[in-house]
């Protein structure tokens, strides 16, 4: 495979919002749904892909650095033994000594440090290799919120260049990973393929938070609508419903939509709380002014002192 910082255009000592700079640059400009037909383009898309796995994860890119991994996160061969000249009979290489004793100590100590390849004491490690598990694959998926909340199918591209239907569970939280069985990068020898680890990002929405499994909504309302009571539209995850406000409401009385909230697998849905707020014309009023200087005046009452504000202890 190819050098890593050479397919995102980056110097070895980049950082890491540099690499992710970079990678995005590419991404964008060479995504498979923005080239449908351009089979060189998808194949770079898999190349910078591939390239930004492995320089994003930190102790991947620390490992590829010392030259312990290759450009596909595979186990580099361990340097093999090599003979050394003279010695009576000219020796195995093993360079401690050539008798069947200190063959036996080595291949004991060797075995014991669970070296995961068959070892020759002719220096050919690679002879008889033991089947390994592949290296773990990792993906980001962004999704928005109401897809959080309801769950959703996003298609991913693997390193192998495979597109893979994702099925998100509703309920996903921002940050979880999700873990696709022998779908990350092949084995060696035989072995099973490695996992593919996708973490959840959840983007914020510019009215809707989670609390636990309700989502949580805050509505402005009229004067009128809060003294006289009325029906309003509001949006939720599902779509728009027709919201019931009783006559009085005050700023802060939350309302609940039941069944409106954050889905689970297997369980009931939350509900959405809806906060209303009583909001007053951007203008002043004359006519509204005049009508509260009157209504107050036969009507007083504190609300201050009704929430405990006044009290000398204040």
Do not use: C
Not at 197 to 203: A, Q, R, S
Not at 260 to 267: E, F, I, T, Y
Not at 281 to 291: G, I, K, T, Y
Request: hydrophobic share 35%.
């Amino acid at each position: 495979m190819e050098d890593p910082y050479k397919v995102l255009g980056v110097a070895k000592d980049a950082s890491a919002d540099q690499i992710k700079s970079a990678y995005r640059k590419l991404a964008r400009g060479l995504h498979p749904d923005l080239h449908p037909d351009d089979k060189q383009a998808e194949d770079r898309f898999k190349r910078v892909s591939a390239a930004y796995d492995l320089l994003s994860d930190p102790a991947k890119k620390a490992r590829f650095d010392a030259g312990e991994i290759d450009a596909s996160g595979a186990e580099r061969p361990k340097a093999r033994q090599r003979s050394h000249a003279g010695g009576a009979g000219g020796g195995f290489g093993f360079g401690f000594g050539d008798n069947a004793q200190d063959i036996f100590d080595e291949l004991i100590k060797r075995r014991n440090r669970g070296r995961s390849r068959a070892w020759s004491p002719f220096g050919d490690e690679d002879a008889g290799a033991a089947p390994a598990q592949g290296a773990d694959a990792q993906f980001s998926l962004r999704i928005d919120f109401a897809e959080a909340a309801l769950g959703a199918t996003k298609r991913i591209t693997l390193p192998s260049g495979k597109n893979l239907d994702v099925k998100v569970p509703p309920g996903a939280k921002d940050g979880s990973v999700l873990r696709l069985k022998g779908q990350g990068n092949p084995g060696r020898g035989g072995g099973p393929a490695g996992d593919a680890l996708i973490e959840i990002h959840v983007d914020a929405h510019p009215f809707f938070t989670r609390e636990g499994d309700n989502v949580k909504l805050t509505v402005p309302v009229t004067l009128g609508e809060a003294v006289l009571g009325g029906k309003i539209t509001v949006p939720t995850v599902d779509g728009r419903v027709t919201l019931t406000i009783p006559p009085g409401a005050n700023s802060g009385t939350t309302l609940r939509l039941k069944g409106k909230g954050v889905g689970h697998s297997g369980k009931s849905r939350g509900d959405q709380l809806v906060t209303l707020q009583v909001t007053l014309p951007d203008r002043a009023n004359d006519e509204l002014a005049n009508f509260l200087k009157t209504w107050e005046s036969r009507n007083p009452y504190d609300v201050r002192k009704r929430a405990g504000l006044e009290r000398d202890d204040n």
